[in-house]
């Protein structure tokens, strides 16, 4: 997804999963919530919450807004916005690596990330790898400061090899690029990244779009990155084009054939635009999905 913050989180958003804990103290405020996968701990970090318009330039809907405003009445929700968290993921627990995937929209323009990072107990200078699933603002702009210098100083930042060259033609994440470019490690889509952590190829949203497997003592949770964007209308609709997707048929087709897969091996996900903090799994409902929120 690629936007400028504007907007404030709402109730509202608690309302759009299946099973939903108590709502966060205040809009957009820093947060951190974490997840035990085995003898890791996860934890979604918090950047900032968007308010997408209700009006046909993001969902496609052949029935258009008033499609949309079909699926948010269902569970109660505001039917003039579609709220979309970002969030970035924590993993700590790696021998020699502080992890995290994503960097949300960056400090210029109003993201919490690096306070959210400090309520988890992590400096900047402690990140020792930065995951990108893509080189939308919205997953890179934490990269750099509000002084355009990078963040995470001692951090290797890791993405395929076709999203960096994506990324270094995009002008709006040019300056990004340039910044980083001396800490940038590429990887072949779908290759194993670190121990325990290994890229998966989900193709349509950019060119080297990646979701990221993690994997402890026998359990596992997939970054789905940008696979899905609504955990309301993207699980109702897969088959919905959004304005984000870069090939829109073929991650039309990589969203359907995902979420059918993670509902029916009840995989545990993580997704940076679902509810914070974005842990859950996917259950069939209804001729599509619907979210349900990790325990917590
Ligand atoms: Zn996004």
Redesign the pocket.
């Known amino acids: 997804?690629?936007f400028s913050l504007t907007a404030l989180f709402t109730l509202a958003t608690l309302a759009s999963g299946v099973s939903l804990a108590a709502p966060p103290a205040a809009p957009t405020a820093p947060s951190a919530d974490d997840l035990r996968l085995g003898a890791l701990r996860l934890t979604g970090v918090r950047d900032a919450a968007f308010k997408a318009p209700n009006d046909g330039s993001i969902f496609q809907a052949p029935g258009g807004p008033a499609a949309v405003t079909a699926l948010l009445k269902a569970p109660g929700l505001s039917t003039d916005v579609i709220p979309l968290s970002?969030d970035g993921l924590l993993v700590r627990g790696i021998p020699g690596h502080v992890v995290l995937i994503d960097t949300g929209n960056g400090a210029k323009k109003g993201g919490v990330l690096a306070a959210s990072l400090a309520a988890a107990g992590v400096s900047p200078a402690q990140i020792t790898d930065i995951l990108i699933t893509h080189s939308?603002g919205?997953?890179v702009g934490g990269l750099v400061g509000t002084d355009g210098k990078p963040t995470f100083p001692r951090a290797t930042i890791r993405m395929t090899a076709p999203e960096w060259a994506y990324m270094r033609s995009q002008e709006d994440v040019k300056p990004i690029a340039a910044a980083i470019q001396g800490q940038v490690k590429t990887f072949a889509p779908g290759a194993a990244v670190l121990h325990g952590i290994t890229a998966v190829a989900l193709r349509g949203h950019t060119p080297g779009h990646s979701g990221y497997r993690i994997v402890s003592r026998g359990q596992s949770l997939l970054d789905i990155g940008?696979t899905a964007?609504s955990s309301v209308i993207s699980l109702a609709r897969p088959d919905w084009t959004i304005q984000?997707d870069n090939n829109k048929s073929l991650a039309r087709q990589t969203r359907i054939s995902e979420l059918r897969q993670l509902a029916r091996s009840r995989q545990l996900i993580f997704a940076?635009?679902f509810p914070f903090p974005g842990f859950g799994r996917v259950v069939a409902r209804a001729g599509g999905y619907a979210w349900a929120a990790a325990a917590r």
């Open positions: 997804m690629r970002v939308h919205d997953h940008d964007h984000f940076p635009h």
